[in-house]
């Protein structure tokens, strides 16, 4: 239930508060007061855009504020408009929220049968939805959107999975010569690194093998050195026994000598690994280092990425040859699928014809109560649609005959505005009796129900508006007298002028005012005072 609207610096209204009671609440005042205007604000808080022009001169941003008294709580929304930008914000028990949501929330809130709900009830789409509201087993449309969407996700499945072998096979011939060039290269993880160090040990191995080689060269040439240093050590011996004081220098061409032959020992075996085998020549090293360039220039790739290639190129032939079981296993799945939905189907379309059958009668009763000729004649029409073959989605239209002899017709094709906003009214009282809980119920909203209409007719439209009244909160907006006077709470929406500028302003009339509102509302004089007091009494 709506409890209570604020409205601030929206067009001509400044400050408005409206507390509603349960029941019935009427607007009512004079043309261009601004009573749709209240409603609007209503749509504005429940997702509807709103000009920034609409904010009122002057201030930085309008707000509409409401709180709602649901089962489970209260719940406070406020939506606010800036005058700068345009945008808006919305809150939720004071907390940033989005528009969808409050869109979602909306449903459960509010409807406002005006002229947007009755623009919406000419559409096929909601008059097949009001249909479905109807089969007694509300348990069949969804189980109708969860097997669609199973066997959905079977046709998009094969759908991908004929794309990628389609994609796949047009590249066949491209991708089995990659696959025959890397496998003759046979590239391995971390070869081309690995060749290039052992090539460096190789060339640094032939580098010594030479310097080894000048060394014992110089140690044994024409003039060797061991020979020299021999010679050297023998006349330094004569020399240090009649020289004492080249003793030393003796020693140390002793020590020299000694170390050289030690070094041409060494020299001529050479260091422990210079001479370990090798399973690859130099030569071999450097071929298979060109034939793996090679391999890189033609697949213009790296080696990684090459051995990254080499693993799709196998997966992906390895999907074309597996590819026929996995297309049968999703024929086995879509056929399954299609077969669950066309049972569910059979059954939910079975159990629309007989809802629309048992609705039509229902609607015209409701439609006869509220002044419609005896002869109208409603009935549904249906348009199939199918969702897959052999799986057919019957989807009502309402249609209907005003007059005998005339061809059932859509409602926009002869329905006026009048009719529309009672057919609306009999829509709305037949779905609320459909519901258990009546707490839950949304608020109703109705502008214009009594458009076109009068007489008896009125009559019977304020008695069924009291009855849905009862059931579930309602804010009218009538310029009927006969209409205002069953109201629960009065509210008088008047323009004035304060200093140069207008406001529209928003007063809940006490017992005492309300038959001075339905006397104006009647036409004032004796007529209108004796029309206030009937209705008053």
Request: proline residues 4%.
């Given at each position: 239930?709506?409890?209570?609207?604020?409205?601030?610096?929206?067009?001509?209204?400044?400050?408005?508060?409206?507390?509603?009671?349960?029941?019935?609440?009427?607007?009512?005042?004079?043309?261009?007061?601004?009573?749709?205007?209240?409603?609007?604000?209503?749509?504005?808080?429940?997702?509807?855009?709103?000009?920034?022009?609409?904010?009122?001169?002057?201030?930085?941003?309008?707000?509409?504020?409401?709180?709602?008294?649901?089962?489970?709580?209260?719940?406070?929304?406020?939506?606010?408009?800036?005058?700068?930008?345009g945008r808006s914000r919305v809150y939720v028990n004071d907390i940033l929220s989005s528009q969808p949501t409050i869109r979602d929330m909306g449903a459960r809130l509010i409807i406002h049968t005006s002229q947007h709900g009755q623009q919406k009830l000419l559409s096929?789409?909601?008059?097949?939805?009001?249909?479905?509201?109807?089969?007694?087993?509300?348990?069949?449309?969804?189980?109708?959107?969860?097997?669609?969407?199973?066997?959905?996700?079977?046709?998009?499945?094969?759908?991908?999975?004929?794309?990628?072998?389609?994609?796949?096979?047009?590249?066949?011939?491209?991708?089995?010569?990659?696959?025959?060039?890397?496998?003759?290269?046979?590239?391995?993880?971390?070869?081309?690194?690995?060749?290039?160090?052992?090539?460096?040990?190789?060339?640094?191995?032939?580098?010594?093998?030479?310097?080894?080689?000048?060394?014992?060269?110089?140690?044994?040439?024409?003039?060797?050195?061991?020979?020299?240093?021999?010679?050297?050590?023998?006349?330094?011996?004569?020399?240090?026994?009649?020289?004492?004081?080249?003793?030393?220098?003796?020693?140390?061409?002793?020590?020299?000598?000694?170390?050289?032959?030690?070094?041409?020992?060494?020299?001529?075996?050479?260091?422990?690994?210079?001479?370990?085998?090798?399973?690859?020549?130099?030569?071999?090293?450097?071929?298979?280092?060109?034939?793996?360039?090679?391999?890189?220039?033609?697949?213009?790739?790296?080696?990684?990425?090459?051995?990254?290639?080499?693993?799709?190129?196998?997966?992906?032939?390895?999907?074309?040859?597996?590819?026929?079981?996995?297309?049968?296993?999703?024929?086995?799945?879509?056929?399954?699928?299609?077969?669950?939905?066309?049972?569910?189907?059979?059954?939910?379309?079975?159990?629309?014809?007989?809802?629309?059958?048992?609705?039509?009668?229902?609607?015209?009763?409701?439609?006869?109560?509220?002044?419609?000729?005896?002869?109208?004649?409603?009935?549904?029409?249906?348009?199939?649609?199918?969702?897959?073959?052999?799986?057919?989605?019957?989807?009502?239209?309402?249609?209907?005959?005003?007059?005998?002899?005339?061809?059932?017709?859509?409602?926009?094709?002869?329905?006026?505005?009048?009719?529309?906003?009672?057919?609306?009214?009999?829509?709305?009282?037949?779905?609320?009796?459909?519901?258990?809980?009546?707490?839950?119920?949304?608020?109703?909203?109705?502008?214009?129900?009594?458009?076109?209409?009068?007489?008896?007719?009125?009559?019977?439209?304020?008695?069924?508006?009291?009855?849905?009244?009862?059931?579930?909160?309602?804010?009218?907006?009538?310029?009927?007298?006969?209409?205002?006077?069953?109201?629960?709470?009065?509210?008088?929406?008047?323009?004035?002028?304060?200093?140069?500028?207008?406001?529209?302003?928003?007063?809940?009339?006490?017992?005492?005012?309300?038959?001075?509102?339905?006397?104006?509302?009647?036409?004032?004089?004796?007529?209108?005072?004796?029309?206030?007091?009937?209705?008053?009494?």
């Amino acid at each position: 239930m709506l409890e209570l609207l604020r409205i601030r610096n929206l067009a001509l209204i400044e400050d408005v508060e409206l507390e509603f009671s349960p029941g019935l609440n009427t607007l009512t005042g004079e043309t261009g007061a601004g009573k749709s205007f209240i409603l609007r604000a209503v749509d504005f808080l429940m997702g509807e855009r709103m000009d920034k022009k609409l904010v009122r001169p002057g201030k930085e941003k309008a707000s509409v504020e409401a709180l709602f008294v649901l089962p489970e709580g209260e719940t406070v929304i406020r939506r606010e408009l800036s005058a700068e930008t345009g945008r808006s914000r919305v809150y939720v028990n004071d907390i940033l929220s989005s528009q969808p949501t409050i869109r979602d929330m909306g449903a459960r809130l509010i409807i406002h049968t005006s002229q947007h709900g009755q623009q919406k009830l000419l559409s096929p789409a909601f008059q097949g939805e009001v249909l479905d509201s109807f089969v007694p087993n509300q348990n069949l449309l969804p189980e109708r959107n969860e097997k669609f969407a199973v066997l959905n996700d079977v046709l998009d499945r094969k759908r991908r999975l004929m794309k990628k072998f389609d994609d796949i096979e047009k590249q066949r011939d491209f991708l089995e010569y990659q696959k025959k060039e890397i496998d003759r290269v046979n590239p391995q993880p971390g070869e081309e690194e690995d060749l290039e160090e052992r090539k460096k040990i190789l060339k640094d191995r032939e580098r010594a093998g030479e310097c080894l080689q000048n060394a014992l060269n110089i140690l044994h040439g024409e003039i060797g050195m061991l020979d020299n240093i021999t010679l050297l050590t023998r006349e330094m011996e004569i020399i240090a026994r009649l020289f004492p004081g080249f003793d030393e220098d003796r020693e140390a061409i002793e020590g020299l000598r000694i170390r050289l032959h030690d070094l041409d020992s060494r020299l001529r075996r050479g260091p422990d690994d210079l001479n370990d085998d090798e399973v690859m020549s130099l030569d071999d090293i450097e071929s298979r280092l060109y034939d793996l360039a090679k391999l890189k220039r033609k697949l213009r790739r790296g080696l990684n990425e090459i051995m990254g290639l080499k693993a799709e190129i196998d997966e992906n032939l390895s999907f074309l040859d597996a590819c026929a079981l996995d297309l049968k296993s999703l024929r086995r799945e879509e056929e399954a699928a299609a077969k669950g939905l066309k049972a569910t189907l059979t059954t939910l379309n079975r159990a629309r014809q007989k809802a629309a059958k048992e609705l039509s009668i229902r609607i015209v009763d409701e439609l006869t109560d509220l002044g419609f000729s005896e002869h109208v004649k409603v009935h549904f029409e249906f348009d199939t649609r199918e969702l897959y073959p052999g799986c057919e989605d019957m989807r009502g239209r309402l249609m209907w005959v005003p007059n005998p002899g005339q061809h059932p017709q859509p409602l926009d094709k002869i329905a006026s505005g009048g009719e529309l906003s009672r057919f609306l009214l009999a829509l709305v009282t037949l779905r609320g009796n459909n519901e258990k809980n009546h707490d839950s119920l949304p608020s109703l909203i109705f502008d214009e129900v009594d458009a076109g209409i009068g007489g008896l007719t009125l009559n019977s439209v304020g008695a069924k508006l009291r009855t849905l009244a009862d059931r579930q909160q309602m804010l009218l907006i009538t310029h009927w007298p006969q209409l205002a006077g069953l109201a629960d709470r009065h509210f008088l929406i008047m323009k004035e002028v304060v200093s140069g500028e207008t406001y529209t302003r928003c007063n809940r009339l006490e017992p005492g005012q309300i038959k001075g509102e339905l006397s104006r509302m009647a036409g004032g004089g004796e007529q209108g005072e004796a029309l206030a007091d009937k209705l008053v009494k």
